[in-house]
């Protein structure tokens, strides 16, 4: 009898030890609480000046057949900070934006890890993959959970073909039902004590925009459009998609997946946050100094626009922009781009 209670109070102990393990993350001021939940599910929940926001909201990719994050196999939790200034390229708001952060570096079994971070005005969190090879991402998994009802800003879609111009509602969380309509980012979130929280991603390459769908609980829950395969003109500006893939990626292995993120606090914060900056990876574009930023209006107001853009681009990368031929810039002046 002794052994057997010897046996039982051995494997309750291994069981707890093999439960759901937790760590910290602080922001570098103190006041935004992330605790990451590595489990059953890979989960986080955010609070902010002791209101907690989310809840136990569980994180995961689907890889071919495998889901990363469930049942993960924790390997190693590696803290680090990042304080550092990046020179915006184009200065909107401001011409040197800084980057202070609190990092924890989760990795795994199955050759693969989740970053997250805490900023003062907010948090993030990403994928990381080191794979060989190409892989098909059959899914990726954010289910936010919020402990109360908040007042939610967000233009509904009826599916993934939107230009992104449909009117903003306003709506409680709790009559947002999962019958309803689903939404594209940015959302903009509203607490009872009036804290505000921003949902939106950034360094999205060779993958979906995520849209989010409502649940029964009150939450959101991620939706994503399939890759598509192969597609034909519709008009002189869009596509339709005639086959699409089973996967919503077929991409690198090795590779970095885009970050989810939320700015958290007032209106000043969210309208002074540049997340998008500090996230949003190296710029790619060929810019030199001084160069002014060029914007095209759109076609219905100002038919020429077309032609307008294509002698800009001959003049700036001195190639025909239909042919790909050579041209010679100085042969283009910017007087002629404004005929």
């Known amino acids: ?11 309750a102990v291994a069981a707890q030890l093999q439960a759901a393990k937790s760590e910290r993350l602080l922001s570098p001021d103190g006041r935004l609480q992330l605790d990451v939940t590595i489990g059953e599910a890979l989960s986080f929940s955010v609070s902010y000046r002791g209101e907690l926001l989310l809840s136990d909201c569980p994180v995961a990719l689907q890889v071919g057949d495998e889901w990363l994050g469930r049942k993960a196999r924790l390997r190693s939790a590696k803290r680090s900070a990042i304080n550092e200034e990046i020179q ?13 952060a609190h990092v924890l570096t989760l990795s795994f079994s199955g050759q693969y890890s989740v970053e997250f971070r805490a900023y003062d005005n907010g948090y993030a969190y990403r994928f990381v993959l080191n794979r060989k090879g190409i892989v098909d991402v059959m899914g990726e998994e954010l289910t936010l959970r919020f402990p109360q009802p908040f007042t939610a800003h967000l233009s509904k879609t009826r599916d993934f073909w939107t230009s992104y111009e449909n009117r903003y509602t306003h709506v409680s969380t709790a009559d947002y039902q999962a019958d309803d309509e689903m939404t594209y980012l940015p959302v903009l979130l509203e607490s009872s004590r009036g804290t505000k929280l921003l949902l939106s991603e950034s360094d999205v390459r060779d993958y979906p925009h995520m849209f989010l769908q409502p649940t029964d609980d009150g939450g959101f829950t991620s939706v994503f459009p399939k890759s598509p395969e192969t597609w034909e003109p519709r008009g002189d500006r869009s596509w339709t998609i005639t086959k699409e893939r089973d996967c919503i990626a077929r991409t690198d292995a090795q590779r970095t997946l885009p970050r989810r993120f939320a700015v958290i606090g007032t209106d000043k914060t969210i309208a002074e946050n540049q997340m998008e900056v500090v996230l949003g990876g190296k710029c790619e574009l060929d810019i030199w100094p001084g160069m002014m930023p060029l914007f095209q209006l759109a076609d219905e107001y100002l038919a020429e626009s077309h032609l307008a853009v294509e002698k800009v681009g001959m003049m700036i990368t001195g190639r025909n922009v239909r042919t790909g031929e ?4 100085n042969s283009i002046t910017l007087e002629q781009c404004s005929r």
């Open 1 to 11: 009898m002794r052994k057997l209670l010897f046996l039982l109070s051995f494997f």
């Open 88 to 100: 915006n390229v184009v200065p909107l708001k401001q011409a040197v934006t800084r980057n202070h």
């Open 326 to 329: 050579s041209v010679t810039t």
